[in-house]
């Protein structure tokens, strides 16, 4: 092999080389995005989660009184 063909066979690899650290870049760039969507929408669950057991425990407070009311004044 002469020394040209070696010298292009190097600036290949390093080119190579080169586009895999890009490309691993950009992998580890979407996987930081990807967590912090998700952590988003876990901080959205959690107060939609909080916001329906409020909601239910409201709902069953209501039917417990409107229970003790049908059982205190029909019964």
Do not use: C, P, T
Not at 16 to 41: G, K, T, Y
Request: hydrophobic share 55%; aromatic share 2%.
């Amino acid at each position: 092999m002469d020394s040209d063909r070696v010298v292009q066979v190097l600036g290949e690899i390093r080119d190579l080389q080169q586009q895999l650290l890009e490309s691993h870049q950009q992998a580890l760039r979407n996987q930081r995005e990807a967590i912090e969507a998700q952590r988003v929408a876990i901080a959205r669950a959690r107060r939609l989660q909080v916001a329906l057991g409020a909601a239910i425990g409201i709902v069953i407070i209501v039917v417990l009184v409107l229970l003790r009311f049908v059982i205190k004044h029909y019964a």
